[in-house]
């Protein structure tokens, strides 16, 4: 198979804090470029051809040989010829041989409007350059009919290209979609008279697109933009283009490997509750069904990247479907999405993909290290009852991304530790609920640190301001609105103008059926010593997050490092539940009663419940510490206006609708705990244990205890485990540990791809800088074996399912 490396010069971004227009990089790209001489070329090649691609008479094969296959196309054939786009009619072409099908596709290719792309919407030139190539040598697209209709795709396909070489639409929104479908466009025409230079500005425009999905591996807008708007064009788009100019590299960027990433996260997403997890602004979509997109397009995701893992998560995703492609008139993608020869080969049930898939699926997955920062642990797929969790830590790449840096959620037969917070009632999308709440770091399980009169001049300088303080938390930098038109301009706003880095992950390890480790450094979230915004304070010169999943425990262990500027600065830890926590003891502070207000808790210990879940929730430090409880009717979406904790509650409800009403989606929240130090300081440590059981589980919860670890240290004992954190931000050299019988250490601060000495044994640290090893009950000292000592010997400890 002959491929060909296409090699672009990509945009030039000058500006920094604004985006400038985007000039037309005619001849930028290499002119050899090898446009396929003939069609079809886009998704499917003739029968003969060497290439990618699939030819018509292997899809027709396949409606005859599977099941699966026809009961989905068998829904786009029930379907009235009027009602369809000329894609969709085509396609009942290519998979039935029927003419009738030809000629609708044909009258709609040449009677149909092709839109443009504008006011929130996207052209469906793509549609038209399919039918175009795929009916070329149909007798119904005569001359006349064929000359008419290339001549209308490349007049729609001017303004869009004229449409991108500007700056109104956003890098991780609009740009990108409307990149993919003017790619199809292009090529479907690039070989007549004229072309060639519209064909190679469209590849630039693609490449810039698919640089960015690269880069983030997932979508910081959330599941729903995702998923309604942008999924289905990369997906489409990407296959045109290895079929028609036999690319699998575009710039350095493989098509396949940036399929299989996306394809990968959207599995990873999919909750056991039902539902993809709502990150960002997500409302609709986020269940299978809906519309049908995600069926579609971890379908094609599958067949794109050839990879089996995407393949099982696509069989798994029509098997929990209750309508497989979905109610949108979807079902004829199957004819371009489906291939069933990508499934695992050996033991692989299709009708029970997820017993293969608690076998064979990574039990941890970090999607976007460098850029979105969303981490999935996994247990056992297909369970509703499967423990989960997520952690997401990433710079803003997106006005529909929230400021929930540090946040993590955690489901075991119910939302245990949900995101909280809607998108659209309370205001809509200028509304109090959204901007003061929903959006910001009080909504999630992130830290709060509350600094009097904190502004954002993003909220300030909307047209009529309903909220304007950060309510405690992050930097609230791009809530309605984003200029960012490449990967290079990203790079450099990251550091300058509206400064979009905001946090850096700075280990991720998973050692099967052990533990999950991520950790990030998310000072530069907040106004900190790092850079502030201009009239704002430094609140913050350290924030770091550690979270553990000790998997024998079933177990979350949570550490906060927070180092504030000033003693009146008053750091929190911020937990949702969508019921009240049980305590020992409360005492009512502000409020209508002990069921809706603001209560105080002696208590170390909190129960809280959803569904068929129940989340023990154990605080360990601060050691002199005060727990809340806020929530109810009139304070679940409570937030502190001023920032002021030394005035009382005086902050306000930021009502998003009736918190008691269940909803299948997204949740509005109902009550959250916050622990904060009760005395003053600028130097603060949280150290939180999460327990998540099944209610009906009747087991007895792991013991969880501080231990002595020495001066630079905090331990903590889980049932057998002992964890050990830096108190400081900087690994440790030695500890001192006293335990009262066997089990294993996680010392998750060591230097990387070093050796410590542990008793009388020497273990080397893995990559990341975690010491993992059995621990012998009594006193044990662990020291770093400094520079110069003897050699590390093949003798020497360390975990080979550590050793990455």
């Not at 099941?67 to 786009?85: C, G, H, M, V, Y």
């Not at 609009?174 to 993919?180: E, F, I, L, S």
Request: hydrophobic share 40%; charged share 20%.
């Amino acid at each position: 198979m002959c491929e060909y490396l296409v090699r672009f010069v990509l945009l030039a971004v000058s500006a920094v804090t604004a985006a400038p227009a985007v000039a037309e990089q005619a001849g930028s790209a290499d002119p050899e470029l090898h446009l396929y001489p003939d069609h079809p070329r886009l998704v499917f090649r003739p029968a003969r051809a060497r290439g990618f691609g699939r030819s018509f008479e292997d899809v027709r094969n396949l409606y005859r040989s599977d099941q699966t296959f026809r009961s989905i196309f068998d829904n786009a054939l029930a379907q009235e010829l009027p009602k369809q786009q000329p894609a969709m009619l085509a396609a009942s072409w290519v998979v039935t041989g029927e003419d009738r099908y030809a000629r609708a596709a044909v009258h709609a290719l040449v009677e149909n409007p092709i839109s443009r792309s504008g006011g929130g919407s996207y052209s469906n030139i793509w549609s038209f350059g399919l039918a175009y190539d795929w009916l070329y040598h149909h007798p119904a697209l005569t001359l006349e009919k064929r000359e008419k209709a290339a001549a209308r795709i490349v007049e729609r396909l001017e303004t869009e290209l004229a449409g991108l070489d500007q700056a109104s639409m956003a890098l991780w929104h609009g740009r990108n979609q409307a990149a993919n479908n003017a790619m199809v466009g292009a090529l479907a025409v690039g070989d007549l008279p004229g072309q060639a230079l519209n064909l190679r500005r469209a590849l630039n425009h693609y490449a810039i697109a698919l640089h960015a999905i690269d880069f983030s591996e997932g979508w910081p807008e959330g599941a729903s933009y995702w998923i309604y708007n942008r999924a289905g064009p990369y997906a489409v788009t990407a296959d045109c283009v290895l079929t028609a100019l036999g690319l699998d590299r575009v710039d350095g960027v493989s098509i396949r490997e940036a399929m299989r990433k996306i394809g990968l996260w959207s599995v990873y997403q999919y909750a056991p509750n039902g539902m993809f997890e709502p990150y960002g602004d997500s409302a609709g979509s986020l269940r299978l069904g809906e519309t049908g997109w995600w069926e579609v397009t971890v379908d094609y995701f599958a067949k794109l990247s050839r990879d089996p893992l995407v393949m099982a998560g696509g069989d798994y995703f029509r098997n929990q479907s209750p309508s497989p492609y979905g109610r949108r008139l979807l079902y004829w993608y199957a004819a371009i999405s489906y291939d069933p020869s990508v499934r695992p080969r050996r033991g692989y049930d299709p009708a029970k993909p997820e017993l293969w898939m608690r076998q064979h699926m990574p039990q941890a997955k970090l999607f976007g290290r460098e850029s979105m920062g969303v981490a999935f642990f996994r247990g056992e797929w297909g369970n509703p009852d499967e423990l989960y969790a997520t952690f997401k830590a990433g710079d803003l790449l997106a006005h529909h991304d929230h400021y929930d840096t540090g946040h993590f959620s955690i489901q075991r037969g119910g939302l245990l530790a949900p995101q909280t917070g809607l998108y659209g009632p309370g205001g809509g999308y200028y509304g109090r609920h959204r901007l003061g709440y929903a959006i910001q770091t009080v909504s999630a399980n992130s830290l709060l640190v509350l600094a009097p009169g904190e502004t954002a001049a993003s909220l300030r300088s909307q047209k009529d301001p309903v909220w304007t303080s950060l309510s405690g938390g992050q930097r609230v930098i791009r809530p309605t609105g984003f200029d960012c038109v490449s990967l290079d301009h990203f790079q450099r706003m990251r550091n300058s103008g509206p400064h979009l880095e905001r946090a850096d992950i700075t280990a991720f390890e998973s050692v099967p059926r052990q533990f999950d480790y991520i950790a990030a450094d998310i000072t530069a979230a907040y106004n900190s010593t790092r850079w502030a915004e201009p009239g704002n304070t430094a609140k913050v010169s350290l924030v770091t997050r550690q979270f553990l999943y000790l998997r024998p425990e079933e177990a979350f262990v949570v550490y906060d490092r927070v180092e504030t500027t000033r003693p009146e600065y008053l750091p929190k830890f911020l937990l949702h539940h969508l019921s009240k926590p049980r305590t020992e003891s409360e005492k009512l502070l502000s409020g209508n009663g002990v069921e809706d207000g603001i209560l105080e808790t002696a208590s170390r210990e909190l129960l809280s419940s959803h569904l068929r879940g129940i989340l023990s929730h154990r605080v360990l430090l601060p050691a002199q510490a005060r727990t809340l409880k806020v929530g109810g009717p009139n304070y679940n979406c409570y937030a502190e206006e001023d920032g002021d904790p030394s005035d009382g509650f005086d902050g306000v409800n930021l009502e998003g609708g009736d918190p008691l009403q269940p909803r299948p989606a997204a949740q509005l929240g109902l009550w959250r705990t916050e622990v904060e130090p009760s005395t003053p300081g600028t130097s603060h440590r949280f150290l939180n244990v999460l327990l998540p059981r099944l209610k009906s589980s009747g087991g007895a919860l792991p013991e969880v205890e501080v231990l002595e670890a020495g001066a630079g240290a905090y331990a903590a004992q889980v049932g057998s485990t002992v964890v050990v954190f830096a108190r400081e931000a900087k690994p440790l050299d030695e500890i001192n540990l006293k335990v009262k019988a066997p089990g294993r250490l996680i010392l998750l601060d060591a230097v990387p791809d070093r050796q410590y000495r542990v008793g009388n044994r020497r273990v080397l640290t893995s990559r990341e800088g975690v010491l993992s090893t059995g621990l012998p009950p009594g006193a044990i000292r662990v020291v770093r074996v400094r520079s110069g000592a003897s050699p590390w010997h093949p003798w020497s400890e360390r975990d080979p399912e550590t050793d990455r």
